[in-house]
């Protein structure tokens, strides 16, 4: 399994789905004052849940989605955190944040399995990169820094310094969002590949020419300039590392696309699902990719 760079490739890929065509993103102010799962605090950071997951949420992730008894006893028993009756955008967005680490956890340790080449339950570089198919003959520039960019990442995210990456340390590489060490360094990294002109922070000019390049039209470039002037929080018509967070680490994409779902669900549009709006509208969001991607009907209630 390759895994060069994924994070900057999910990221990429979460915001072509976004451009390309899934509906217009919700407005900013949609979003403000709603509580987001505690994963982003007010300056934009990116917030990890360093606990690990709960008694019974390790289970794989299927397509499959779940049926309407399964979804709504995981929105009442799982999703409810205040058990309130009401589940909220946050709510939500809490859910599918952990359901992303839990699968991410899951493939972190086959390649620690597989990886470990001398069997001591740890990863040394060479074996990462060994692991990630590195090409040690490639000296082009841009293989030269796509290996720099990587070895600072090894080190945030070794964070006993014995030159060597555990368990949980593998996964604050592949899965940067529960470190802020690791995902301060990983979002330089993605941010330095995209800024052309190397002033540490992004034009809407260098934003909309790499995420609409392969849509020549003008309908893909005006809804990238939405997408940038939604992540252009401070509104100074640049993007910085802070702001950089929420989409590298797919928070951008996740507060989107459940808040796309909520509506779906929210028959009195209060901004909240109940059990019985969630069973009234069930049909209308079953195929909307929130049900494909964070509810498989697989779970384990």
């Given at each position: 399994?390759?895994?060069?760079?994924?994070?900057f490739?999910?990221?990429?890929?979460?915001l072509l789905?976004l451009?390309?065509?899934?509906?217009q993103?919700a407005a900013?102010?949609?979003?403000?004052?709603?509580?987001?799962?505690?994963?982003v605090k007010?300056?934009?950071?990116?917030?990890?849940?360093?606990?690990?997951?709960?008694d019974?949420?390790?289970?794989?992730?299927g397509a499959?989605?779940?049926?309407k008894?399964?979804?709504?006893?995981?929105?009442?028993?799982?999703?409810?955190?205040?058990?309130d009756g009401?589940?909220?955008h946050?709510?939500?967005?809490?859910?599918?944040?952990?359901?992303?680490?839990q699968?991410m956890?899951i493939?972190?340790e086959?390649?620690?399995?597989?990886w470990?080449t001398?069997?001591?339950?740890?990863i040394?570089?060479?074996?990462?990169?060994?692991?990630?198919?590195v090409?040690?003959e490639?000296t082009?520039q841009?293989a030269q820094t796509?290996q720099?960019n990587?070895?600072r990442?090894f080190?945030a995210?070794d964070?006993?310094s014995d030159?060597?990456l555990?368990?949980?340390e593998?996964?604050?590489?592949?899965?940067p969002?529960?470190?802020?060490?690791?995902l301060?360094?990983?979002?330089?990294?993605?941010?330095r590949?995209?800024d052309?002109?190397?002033?540490?922070?992004?034009?809407?000019?260098?934003f909309?020419?790499e995420?609409?390049?392969?849509?020549?039209d003008?309908?893909?470039?005006?809804?990238?300039e939405?997408e940038f002037d939604?992540?252009?929080?401070?509104?100074?018509?640049?993007?910085d590392?802070?702001e950089f967070k929420?989409l590298?680490t797919?928070?951008?994409?996740v507060?989107?696309?459940m808040?796309?779902?909520?509506?779906?669900?929210d028959?009195n549009?209060d901004g909240?699902?109940?059990?019985?709006?969630a069973?009234?509208?069930?049909?209308?969001?079953?195929?909307?990719?929130a049900?494909?991607?964070w509810?498989s009907?697989?779970d384990?209630?």
């Amino acid at each position: 399994q390759v895994r060069l760079f994924v994070n900057f490739a999910v990221m990429k890929l979460s915001l072509l789905v976004l451009v390309a065509g899934i509906g217009q993103a919700a407005a900013q102010d949609d979003l403000e004052g709603q509580d987001d799962g505690g994963y982003v605090k007010q300056d934009g950071d990116i917030l990890g849940d360093e606990e690990g997951l709960e008694d019974g949420d390790e289970e794989d992730m299927g397509a499959q989605p779940a049926t309407k008894e399964d979804f709504l006893a995981m929105l009442t028993k799982r999703i409810d955190g205040d058990n309130d009756g009401k589940v909220t955008h946050g709510e939500l967005v809490d859910h599918a944040m952990k359901k992303n680490k839990q699968d991410m956890t899951i493939s972190t340790e086959e390649d620690l399995q597989e990886w470990d080449t001398n069997k001591d339950g740890k990863i040394s570089w060479d074996e990462l990169k060994a692991g990630m198919a590195v090409d040690e003959e490639d000296t082009s520039q841009e293989a030269q820094t796509e290996q720099d960019n990587m070895h600072r990442k090894f080190l945030a995210a070794d964070g006993d310094s014995d030159g060597l990456l555990d368990k949980d340390e593998l996964n604050h590489f592949f899965f940067p969002a529960g470190n802020e060490k690791v995902l301060k360094v990983d979002t330089e990294n993605e941010l330095r590949i995209l800024d052309k002109d190397g002033d540490g922070k992004l034009t809407k000019e260098e934003f909309i020419g790499e995420f609409a390049a392969d849509q020549d039209d003008a309908e893909a470039a005006a809804k990238a300039e939405a997408e940038f002037d939604q992540l252009d929080v401070n509104k100074d018509g640049f993007i910085d590392v802070h702001e950089f967070k929420d989409l590298h680490t797919g928070v951008h994409y996740v507060r989107h696309t459940m808040k796309e779902f909520l509506d779906l669900l929210d028959g009195n549009k209060d901004g909240h699902v109940t059990a019985e709006e969630a069973e009234t509208h069930f049909d209308d969001a079953t195929d909307h990719e929130a049900m494909h991607l964070w509810f498989s009907g697989n779970d384990e209630l």
